[in-house]
């Protein structure tokens, strides 16, 4: 795999990190997590995206990874926060009889946390560990 995939898929990692853990403590401590966490969602989307784009390219390349699997840890997150946007609009989150846990931040929260397990993933098979 090319430096630079792997350098960046550890910056994905740390960025997907922060943020579930950033929502998480929000959660926890029953607090809003504030406007900066939905500028670091953002960032967390940009860099997802900038990663799969990079993926592409070497694909185009004719670099290919050691198992297909590494495709679907890759693409992945683009996939959960497609899907935490859509379940996002559907809460009722902030209303009346709305739970915190369906509040759109739990939900980015939780997609941050699989996405930070499906990139840890695509980083161990791209470098060649488990």
């Known amino acids: 795999m090319p430096r630079a995939h792997e350098a960046i898929g550890f910056v994905v990692l740390g960025v997907f990190t922060v ?12 607090r809003d997590p504030g406007e900066r966490f ?15 784009v990079v993926g592409l390219v070497l694909l185009v390349l004719g670099y290919r990874p050691e ?7 890759g ?6 926060l497609g899907i935490a946007h ?6 009722t989150g902030g209303q009346a009889g709305g739970s915190r846990w369906t ?3 739990a939900l ?14 695509a980083l161990m098979t791209g470098i060649g560990v488990g």
């Open 19 to 30: 943020a579930w853990i950033w929502g998480g403590g929000a959660l926890l401590l029953r």
């Open 38 to 52: 939905w500028v670091w969602i953002t960032v967390e989307q940009v860099v997802a995206g900038v990663q799969a």
């Open 67 to 73: 198992t297909w699997l590494h495709y679907v840890y």
């Open 75 to 80: 693409f992945g997150p683009l996939v959960i």
């Open 86 to 91: 859509v379940m996002s609009r559907e809460v």
């Open 103 to 105: 509040e759109p931040s």
């Open 108 to 121: 980015f929260t939780a997609a941050s946390f699989i996405c930070f397990g499906l990139s840890l993933r």
